[in-house]
């Protein structure tokens, strides 16, 4: 075996030599670091789809839910949102949990949840 490759093309294992890495990472209380810059880490995130409801202060907006991790989800709602504005996001038969807008564009929205 002539020796694997990274996606960069340099040669990082070879024969019987020893494993030496193309670029260091250590770890951080931040994220990873990769040559002096920092890369801050997220939550696996999954692809979904599911139906639901933003319900707030003068607020029930019908909404799909997309990009599903333990910190937040992605939606997608007719309606506006405001980056700050606390909702309550009900999941068609899968539950309720508080959530903070976190930003807004093209008619979706990021949320963090709260509890």
């Known amino acids: 075996m002539d ?12 024969g019987g030599r020893r494993f030496r890495p193309v670029i260091k990472l250590f770890e951080t209380t931040k994220g990873v670091c990769m040559n002096d810059k920092t890369f801050i880490t997220r939550a696996e995130r999954r692809s979904v789809s599911l139906r639901g409801f933003a319900l707030g202060p003068g607020r029930d907006s019908d909404i799909a839910v997309s990009d599903l991790s333990y910190g937040g989800c992605q939606i997608q709602s007719g309606d506006e949102f405001c980056e700050g504005e606390v909702v309550e996001l009900r999941i068609i038969k899968r539950g309720a949990a508080a959530a903070e807008i976190r930003w807004t564009a093209d008619g979706r929205a990021g949320v963090r949840f709260l509890n």
Not at 3 to 14: E, F, H, P, T, V
């Open 3 to 14: 020796g694997i490759r990274s996606l960069l093309g340099q040669r990082i294992l070879s």
